[in-house]
Every structure is written in structure tokens, then in C-alpha cells.
């Protein structure tokens, strides 16, 4: 590499981070310029740091991956963004390109692997994982079939996807209104609005499907 680039690691996992940064030491051109363990301070972070990557992990808490995906190249679209992740599965891998990624790569991936995928984003190309990148294929070829799935989730307002995960978190509509600085009825007037969406009725049914994408730590 022929200049240095900024790095910011994004996962909520301390150990890990440390892992990654002493990875990151050991490649020339590579300048580790901070770390966040959720998706709000990894947006705020890039504000301040004005990394050249961030390397971005997807189940967090506070906002996900695929959200801090999505307002970091909304604000900032000339950051590239690797996700690390453990998810194979086809709906994190469709989900994140659509938020915008430029890599995907999973966490048990080799070290020679994860330099390759460094190398390739910061390149100015996209890199996905041998493991997922068939699952992309099957994902488009399958478009049509999950089309309505994908759109009634893509439907939700930020707001929305903010009850939904503390609804699925145990939040009750007064806490729930406390942490986003609402009110108890519009909070309510959320919940409503997410059941009649998604046609789930119940808070276990909202939050198996706020779990299954994603937007809540198992």
C-alpha cells in the first residue's frame, strides 16, 4: 500500500477488537484510529476519526450493523465498509450489500483471507467470502419469492425498528418512551403501527421477528 489508511473497528466484543487491532498492527499502510462497540458511536465515530474503512460487525447493541451501515454512506459514502461477522445466512449477507457494503467477510475466516478482503476494499472493489458469496447468487435468483418479505421490513420507519428492538428486548411502553425521550402514546402509536406492518399481534411474536433480523442480541 502505497499511502496510510485509517481503520475503524466496530464490535461489540472487547477481546475481539484487541484481536483485530494487533492483526491490523502488523500490516504496513494500516492505521487503527479507533473503536466503537455499537452502531450509534460507529457513526459518530466516523464523523470524528474519518476513517478510510471501518470494519463492521452486524448484531450490537443500541443500533446494528446493517443501520450504521446505511447512515454511514448516507453521511459519509466515500467510507468503505468490510462487515466481519458470524452470519452466513442469506437474509445478513442481501441485507448488509443493500445497506451499502463494500466486503463481507466471516469472523473464522483465515488471516491471509481477512488481508485479501482489507486489501480489496480499500481498493476500491468489493469482496465477499467464498462461504457466502454462492448465497448472494441464490439470494437474487430468489428475489421474487422474498420480494414481500424484504419490502414490508424495509417498509419500517427508523423510529419503528427502534420500538420494535426494545419491544423485543422486554422494554415496557413507559420505559421504552423514557430511553427514546418520547411519549408513552406515541410510543403506542408505534407499536400499533409495527403490529398492523408485520401482522404480528403479540410482543413474542415482534420479537422473534425483530431476532430474526438481526436487531437484538441472542
Known amino acids: 500500500m502505497d499511502k496510510t489508511y485509517r481503520i475503524l473497528i466496530v464490535d461489540d466484543h472487547t477481546l475481539l477488537r484487541a484481536g483485530i487491532r494487533a492483526l491490523l498492527l502488523r500490516e504496513p499502510g494500516i492505521e487503527v484510529v479507533g473503536e466503537a462497540d455499537n452502531g450509534r458511536d460507529a457513526i459518530r465515530a466516523v464523523g470524528l476519526l474519518a476513517p478510510h474503512l471501518v470494519l463492521m ?3 450490537m447493541p443500541e443500533m446494528n450493523g446493517t443501520e450504521a451501515i446505511t447512515e454511514i454512506k448516507r453521511r459519509f459514502p466515500q467510507v468503505r465498509v468490510l462487515v466481519m461477522t458470524l452470519h452466513k445466512e442469506e437474509d445478513y449477507v442481501l441485507a448488509s450489500l443493500k445497506a451499502g457494503a463494500d466486503g463481507y467477510i466471516l469472523k473464522d475466516a483465515t488471516h491471509g ?11 476500491g472493489k468489493t ?20 420480494a414481500r418479505t424484504s419490502s414490508v421490513y424495509d417498509s419500517l420507519t427508523h423510529r419503528e425498528r427502534e420500538v ?18 418520547l ?25 422473534a421477528y425483530a431476532i430474526e433480523k438481526g436487531l437484538v442480541v441472542t
Open 113 to 123: 483471507e481477512f488481508r485479501v478482503a482489507l486489501k480489496t476494499v480499500l481498493a
Open 164 to 181: 420494535l428492538k426494545l419491544i423485543a428486548e422486554g422494554k415496557s411502553n413507559k420505559s421504552g418512551a423514557q430511553f427514546l425521550n
Open 127 to 146: 469482496y465477499l467470502s467464498l462461504d457466502v458469496s454462492a448465497k448472494v447468487v441464490t439470494g437474487y435468483l430468489g428475489a421474487g419469492k422474498n
Open 57 to 59: 460487525d452486524l448484531t
Open 183 to 207: 411519549s408513552v402514546k406515541t410510543v403506542e402509536k408505534h407499536r400499533s403501527n409495527l403490529m398492523a406492518k408485520l401482522d404480528l399481534h403479540n410482543a413474542s411474536g415482534l420479537t
